[in-house]
């Protein structure tokens, strides 16, 4: 009875007082507020996991003018409650349960708090611990977060469209997580009906579906926030004909370490660019009832490569790229919205940062453990700007993840995110290089970072597998948040660590003459020997668990999946390094049955459109095999 409870995010206060607290039958759940209907979805919540976790069915009431000793849980609604915003308290006495707030978020939150620890306690009870069945120990917390902005922002462009199922349970779970905004990467995959032809392969999102969508995270207090690349990345609409024109670089440009064949960013000097997208914003921002656009603005490789290079030489490269996007600004805050972009290219130019206005949101977005999130959130704060820093899960270009990378990079954004005042704490999660990596692989960073945003004091130490074993898969056993974690650290064993990706996902991915000459290869040998015995360990007699997940068989398959996959790669660069122990037919027919498996797993959570790209990034190890 002495142990805290291990709960996601960590609470910022809470005090075991001593006592048991044995949930009634035939109790009530009161809703004490003027406005019961407005607590009523969060009730429900708590009575459907009394119902999963096998407590006494509690009905809910609104009135109190009831007999106080057949309230078992009460919420009650106070806007003159001081607390913080979002924040709550709870208490829980021998005679019952008790939740404060002074909003309806916050409210929601104690909700979350309360149904993970009767998940927790059930989950005691059922393994003989030292909670009686149906107990709740007595205890009090006052919780609030740091930031008052935590998203997650999911890559839907580069290959992977989710289906709105897989989506609505994504969203149920970061909910769970405290998390408040959601954004979809786009650049091609809404479906705008003035240009068909850029989405007719992709299976996008329609307006229906975005309607439905924001609808479904407003209930669970998360903000759709709308997202659609305005600059660069713009290359699935720039291939096609109809839109050739309004590329910087028609017909591909030459960076100083490689040669693009096709178009990449809109040119900036063409007024058409900003006609078309104004178009694409008209389409686009109705569905959403957020009043935010992030506009992207990323990574804009071409810029002065093509028709904007005399401008650019004449009066600098960053002018160029100011001027564009305070075009975009006028056109988004005509609109009644506020706008989010990137920073990274400002940043390659900070003399021009004091430029940006002042209602501009900037996401400081870096990915490795040593992101200098400290010196560019110096600058935007000396700037007087608000931002927010966004580290990712480092699910992608990995197979696997990279665990410690993640959790380094997520908590190093949320201490200077904290220290220089940032807004908010957007984790990013990509699909670079066909989306490889399944979904469970990136409730890790998920995990950790919805934990950080909340309160980074209290979670920096999280027992982050306890807590994915619980909250995320559901595990009384232990093993999927270990098989997750540990996974996530095979990358350490090659002996190098490229930026941004593992060097097992750039063996399998890339053709071998382009990576046999990074390792010499007696010592990389052996590190892929040692790689394949590290997850036999991981993952010998792991897959053999009790879960309470709806999708337990799914995650089953796609835990398996990542490990031959990882598997494959080892025996792909023992092949490539020139050991004899592994022929090109059994890799060929090894990884035809991955990609048999790989394109079924794909459909359980996401549309078609995609598949056939991200299928036939597998190309280049399929033809070192023939």
């Not at 915003?85 to 019952?96: D, H, N, R, S």
């Not at 053709?511 to 590290?534: C, F, Q, T, V, Y």
Request: proline content about 6%.
């Amino acid at each position: 009875m002495q142990n805290t409870p291990i709960l996601l995010p960590t609470p910022r206060n809470l005090r075991l007082t001593g006592g048991l607290y044995t949930l009634q039958d035939k109790s009530l759940i009161l809703l004490d507020t003027n406005h019961p209907q407005s607590l009523f979805f969060s009730a429900l919540r708590v009575g459907d996991a009394l119902n999963a976790y096998h407590y006494p069915k509690m009905e809910i009431y609104a009135s109190s003018a009831i007999q106080l000793e057949s309230v078992g849980i009460s919420l009650r609604l106070d806007p003159q409650l001081k607390t913080e915003p979002q924040g709550y308290k709870l208490k829980i006495t021998t005679a019952g349960i008790a939740i404060e707030a002074r909003d309806e978020p916050g409210l929601f939150y104690a909700c979350c708090t309360l149904i993970q620890l009767l998940q927790y306690y059930s989950f005691r009870s059922e393994n003989n611990d030292d909670i009686p069945n149906k107990s709740l120990p007595c205890l009090e917390i006052l919780d609030y977060p740091d930031f008052s902005n935590r998203g997650v922002l999911l890559d839907i462009s580069r290959d992977k469209v989710p289906t709105l199922v897989t989506i609505f349970n994504l969203v149920d779970l970061l909910a769970s997580w405290k998390i408040n905004q959601l954004q979809l990467y786009t650049e091609h995959t809404f479906a705008y009906q003035k240009h068909p032809e850029v989405w007719a392969v992709a299976s996008p999102f329609t307006g229906e579906e975005i309607l439905k969508l924001d609808r479904y995270c407003s209930e669970r207090y998360i903000e759709l926030v709308p997202n659609q690349n305005s600059f660069g990345h713009m290359e699935p609409w720039l291939k096609l004909p109809r839109y050739k024109n309004l590329a910087e670089a028609p017909d591909g440009f030459d960076t100083p370490v490689e040669h693009h064949d096709a178009p990449f960013g809109l040119c900036p000097l063409d007024p058409q660019s900003i006609t078309f997208l104004t178009s694409l914003y008209d389409e686009l921002l109705p569905h959403f009832s957020s009043k935010q656009f992030n506009v992207g603005c990323d990574e804009t490789f071409d810029l002065g490569l093509g028709r904007s290079k005399a401008e650019c030489e004449r009066v600098g490269t960053g002018r160029v790229y100011l001027d564009f996007l305070l075009k975009i600004y006028d056109e988004v805050i005509k609109r009644g919205f506020r706008m989010q972009c990137w920073g990274d290219m400002i940043m390659t130019y900070p003399e021009l940062v004091h430029e940006l206005p002042k209602d501009i949101i900037v996401l400081e977005w870096g990915y490795e453990a040593d992101h200098p999130f400290e010196e560019h959130c110096e600058k935007y704060a000396q700037a007087g700007l608000d931002i927010y820093v966004c580290p990712g899960t480092s699910s992608w270009n990995s197979i696997a993840g990279r665990t410690d990378n993640c959790l380094q990079n997520l908590s190093n954004a949320a201490k200077n995110g904290l220290t220089y005042g940032a807004q908010g704490y957007l984790i990013t999660d990509w699909g670079d290089n066909g989306h490889w990596q399944m979904l469970p692989v990136s409730y890790l960073g998920f995990a950790a970072g919805a934990a950080y945003a909340w309160s980074f004091q209290t979670n920096q130490n999280l027992d982050i597998r306890g807590a994915l074993n619980r909250y995320a898969f559901l595990d009384p056993t232990g093993n999927m948040g270990n098989i997750a974690y540990d996974l996530g650290n095979v990358y350490h064993e090659i002996g190098i660590e490229p930026e941004n990706e593992s060097a097992l996902f750039n063996i399998l991915q890339r053709s071998i003459a382009e990576w046999k000459d990074d390792l010499e290869p007696g010592s990389a040998i052996r590190a892929l020997h040692n790689s394949l015995n590290l997850i036999a360990q991981i993952s010998e007699n792991r897959f053999k668990y009790t879960s309470l997940h709806p999708d337990k068989e799914l995650l089953e398959r796609e835990f398996k999946l990542t490990v031959d996959l990882l598997r494959h790669a080892c025996m792909r660069g023992i092949y490539g390094y020139g050991s004899p122990e592994y022929s090109p037919k059994y890799l060929l027919d090894g990884l035809e049955k991955i990609i048999a498996e790989y394109q079924l797993i794909w459909l359980t959570r996401n549309r078609p459109g995609g598949l056939t790209d991200s299928v036939g990034d597998f190309t280049h190890a399929k033809k070192d095999y023939f």
